[in-house]
């Protein structure tokens, strides 16, 4: 990974329907423009995302998506509506972000639900885009949140009880994330903390499928675990208001872009067949499958081919 770095600007970008999105540039203000997309949703930019990046060569942008991290309103925050926060709104922030800090295209890095939202902006703006590179690829699709939610539990089969059994029996057949996001609105905080918790706990299991596996400390804050699970599963309720298979289908759209893939073999949660079938609609992309290691970058085949594709691209005019 490269030196820890700071902004050197930052902001609130009003973007309507009262929110304000919070981002920051780092490195070298004339170098290459890239746009990080953060997972979760929820997760937020932290700093270590900086990392990925050679200083020198890029201009890099933060961003925390609508309602987390540092932008407000705070989805952590009960009376918060998220109506106005969908795949739509996000794909206009981030052009106009990139419209106020004067950026003609700028390089896609993301992960998990970042690479959903990434390629949904791509292929709706393919004219902004330099390169993409994604890892732990993920379409947000209906049949995928049917995996998460109910097909991993052949895997983890006690754990995924524990997780059904948390909403009300009349709605353990039906869309488990709806029913979760129903909880996490409810009145009473102690049901929202427990749904939250509930929640959180499957996110941590379905992930542990792969060698030197460690728990997500950020679970372990109360405040993080209600927002990060508020707006899952308020995606994750609606498939990210995307057509199935959408991102598929409409890849011949980023003819031109160069892309490179990463995912991990053992990441079962996000299966690799996701990745590969992306990768065989889009012409320009690279599938890069890394033995031994599952979702996110915690592994260090993961974090090298991270490196290399942006070390890469960073030498691109």
Partial sequence: MHPDIEPYDHGLL????GHHIYWETCGNPEGKPALVVHGGPGSGAGASWRRYFDPTR???VLVD??????????AAEPTVDLSTNTTAHLIADFEQLRHELSIEKWLLLGASWGATLGLAYAEQHPEAISEIVLFSVTNTSRREVEWVTRDMGRIFPAEWARFRDGVPEDQRDGNLALAYTRLLHDPDPAVREKAARDWCDWEDTHVRTHPGWRPDSAYDDPVFR??????VTHYWAHAAWLEEDVLVRDAGKLAGIPGVLIHGKLDISGPPDIAWRMAQAWPDAELLLVEQEGHGAGGPGTQDLILGALDRFGLRA
């Fill in 226 to 231: 209600l927002r990060f699970a508020r707006l």
């Fill in 14 to 17: 009003d973007v309507g329907d």
């Fill in 58 to 60: 890029y201009k890099v």
């Fill in 65 to 74: 998506q609508r309602n987390c991290g540092r932008s407000t309103p705070d």
